[in-house]
């Protein structure tokens, strides 16, 4: 199939990366992902973005001297029995390193949702502290806040900062002094979870099916029968494709990320897990991926032969990683 007709039929760009062995990047089949974003495999992905990133990216660990704790948090080590429970920060204890106390607390992590019709979302009032403190069922909270929830948990951590369920949404003295603190509630964070797909239709949740029309099938290999204005020793069947138009499609341009807060929110924290309609990116201050090319194949193969096939999404990465990267000096007003 011609290149030309082949876009026409699909309807987006493509960016191509030069003929090469097919060994050196196979193209990965999207039959290869469970088709739920809740399975084993995609949390398993998770977790070795998180220990290569833990191990290897200075820039986004948190300082030891750090000692910020949001004011109240989500409690999450009661999961299993069904409940999660709200804490005040005097109630967490300081987590230790090697035995010995430490200043600092626990890691905890945030979630990033779009409200969409707030009698559906479940939020703390002044009358309703304290049955929150005896335990949040998890019927009564939206499938995206039990998934984000029920993430947290999974991957060994046990708190996380949700708006709607850690600000007094009947106050508005705590809204000011807690809207004051949100750079540091996110800097601080461990992690974001950015719900983008549940941001078009809220029963989503984050654990979802995966939609992936066939316009998404990327990465992958395909062989052409034309070397159009190519010189004939630089052909080879075998062709490396991507979405140039992935990113914005997937993350760019959604619902939540027409959210005014969520720009500031994936500015300032140092990791961000975006749940998309087809897969899931890790976003942090040192690179992206995705499960289609979780280890960044293609962007270092691009890299190293000098070509442009990745320039439309690694220019978002390049303006992401460089706001990331100033958010220790910035001052936001909420």
Request: proline share 5%; net charge positive; hydrophobic share 35%.
């Amino acid at each position: 199939m011609a290149l030309q007709e082949y876009e026409k039929r699909r309807g987006f760009d493509m960016n191509i990366l030069r003929p090469l062995p097919a060994a050196l990047v196979p193209g990965s089949s999207w039959s290869l992902l469970e088709p739920m974003m809740g399975s084993d495999q995609s949390l398993d992905r998770i977790r070795h973005w998180i220990s290569r990133c833990d191990k290897h990216h200075k820039n986004c660990r948190a300082t030891e001297t750090t000692t910020y704790f949001p004011t109240r948090i989500i409690d999450v080590s009661g999961l299993n029995m069904g409940r999660a429970v709200l804490r005040n920060r005097d109630e967490v204890n300081p987590s230790s390193k090697n035995g010995e106390p430490s200043i600092r607390r626990p890691a905890y992590w945030t979630l990033s949702h779009r409200w969409g019709d707030q009698s559906h979302i479940l939020q703390l009032v002044r009358h309703k502290e304290q049955e929150f403190k005896c335990g949040i069922h998890l019927s009564e909270l939206s499938k995206t806040f039990q998934d984000a929830m029920a993430l947290v948990h999974r991957l060994g951590y046990r708190y996380i900062w949700i708006d709607s369920l850690c600000i007094f949404q009947d106050s508005p003295e705590d809204w000011r002094k807690e809207s004051g603190s949100m750079m540091d509630i996110y800097r601080q964070s461990f992690c974001n979870i950015s719900a983008i797909s549940p941001s078009y239709k809220a029963s989503r949740g984050l654990f979802c099916e995966r939609k992936i029309p066939a316009r998404l099938l990327y990465p992958f290999s395909i062989e052409f029968t034309r070397t159009y204005d190519y010189k004939p020793d630089r052909f080879n069947n075998q062709w490396n494709m991507w979405n140039a138009q992935l990113w914005d499609s997937e993350i760019e341009d959604t619902p939540l990320s027409s959210r005014g807060w969520v720009f500031q929110e994936r500015f300032l924290a140092p990791r961000v897990v975006h749940f998309a309609q087809s897969q899931i990116y890790w976003d942090c201050t040192e690179t992206i991926h995705c499960e289609a090319d979780p280890d960044g194949r293609l962007e270092v193969l691009a890299r190293e032969l000098g070509i442009s096939a990745y320039k439309r999404w690694r220019s978002g990465i390049a303006m992401n990683k460089g706001r990331k990267q100033a958010h220790t000096n910035m001052s936001i007003d909420h």
